[in-house]
């Protein structure tokens, strides 16, 4: 999920620079880190995921360039507790900074005409975006009509990173930022961040033990279902929400629900036929098959596309670092359920290696032992 001005710069370049950066810092004792039995089996089942994937996907170019996040992902796992929680809440701070006058641009512009800066449109081989008009803090597209996206790509992923937050800060509505960030993800109109935050909500009233949960959740099914009948009556169900939220959770007998659009083109065929076939099941398909179907269409996101790159054993291998890190928690309660939140995500989204998942996952757990102890 990056900013605008960077979606066309080489990611190889960016990751190099931080690492370069998060070196100097490590070598000259700026940070603080914890060598602890944990933290170093971590970030070694984390690395070599990370570089193997990088091999796969890019040949030698994507090797060498894998190890430039490997200081970067050293840091965030080998921080020390104290700094992993302040920098949990720095980035919630500043991520909401970022977006309030993003969301009241967004908002304005409805209302009003305001004139754009220029246009932005990312360069992806094999896929097509419409330009975007840029309003610095503020991009929108015609592909997306009123889907807020903030100065980012997709209001997908917007809203997929929000979620991951929220987890992070435990759904926490005490704290404003979470508050402000929960209304700034219904305005992305994401079906997938809807559903995500009723897991993420449940999920954390269920792993911090909260006391009105049963009221909580209770309130919860009753404003589904008001607002499933109120968008299905309002104008004989010709309305945004319905359209776009309710009816894509219909069951389809083909994609399981009508709003299942993770892959395109032959992938699902490619993914029938590898459950069948043991040359491909574990491995997935070589650099040119994947190459081929991308050139054709074929694409997607999702772990039934990860599987068709990188099979069921790649699948495994990129899993063993969360689900080693889960279990190792003194919180494993919480820690399970952001690993089952996790596993829901990558059902239809799959960055395992994006450092703003890696984050939340780590520190957000880090965050709620440090509460264990404090309460202790």
């Not at 079906?191 to 269920?206: E, I, Q, R, T």
């Amino acid at each position: 999920m990056n900013i605008w001005f960077s979606w066309n710069e080489n990611k190889k370049y960016i990751n190099v620079a931080l690492a370069c950066l998060v070196t100097f810092c490590i070598l000259k004792g700026k940070i603080k880190l914890v060598y602890s039995k944990r933290n170093i089996i971590s970030f070694l089942l984390l690395s070599a995921a990370y570089v193997s994937y990088g091999f796969i996907y890019e040949r030698f170019i994507g090797f060498i360039a894998g190890f430039s996040l490997v200081p970067v992902f050293f840091v965030i796992i080998c921080l020390n507790s104290e700094d992993k929680e302040k920098c949990l809440d720095y980035i919630t701070r500043w991520f909401t900074y970022l977006l309030i006058p993003s969301l009241i641009l967004y908002l304005i512009s409805y209302v009003f005409p305001i004139p754009s800066v220029g246009q932005v449109q990312i360069d992806i081989e094999y896929l097509a975006y419409l330009p975007y008009d840029n309003y610095i803090i503020l991009v929108k597209s015609l592909f997306y009509l009123f889907r807020f996206t903030g100065p980012f790509l997709e209001p997908g992923h917007l809203g997929m990173i929000i979620m991951f937050l929220l987890f992070a800060n435990r759904c926490d509505f005490h704290k404003w930022q979470v508050i402000v960030l929960f209304i700034i993800s219904l305005f992305t109109l994401s079906l997938a961040s809807y559903v995500l935050f009723v897991l993420c909500y449940f999920f954390c009233m269920v792993s911090i033990g909260s006391k009105t949960i049963y009221k909580e959740f209770f309130f919860s099914i009753a404003f589904l279902v008001a607002t499933y009948y109120i968008s299905i009556s309002y104008n004989n169900g010709h309305n945004y929400i319905n359209e776009m939220i309710i009816e894509r959770l219909q069951y389809d007998q083909d994609k399981g629900f009508s709003g299942n659009n993770r892959v395109f083109g032959q992938i699902d065929a490619y993914y029938d036929f590898l459950l069948n076939n043991s040359r491909y099941f574990w491995t997935g398909y070589d650099y040119k098959t994947i190459q081929y179907l991308a050139e054709t269409g074929s694409r997607g996101t999702g772990y039934v596309m990860y599987v068709v790159q990188y099979g069921f054993g790649g699948l495994l291998f990129t899993s063993l670092f969360y689900v080693y890190y889960a279990f190792r928690s003194k919180c494993r309660k919480y820690a399970l359920f952001f690993l089952l939140f996790i596993c829901m995500v990558f059902w239809q989204r799959c960055y395992p290696f994006w450092t703003s998942w890696i984050m939340c996952f780590v520190w957000g757990i880090n965050s709620f032992e440090c509460r264990m102890v404090n309460n202790t």
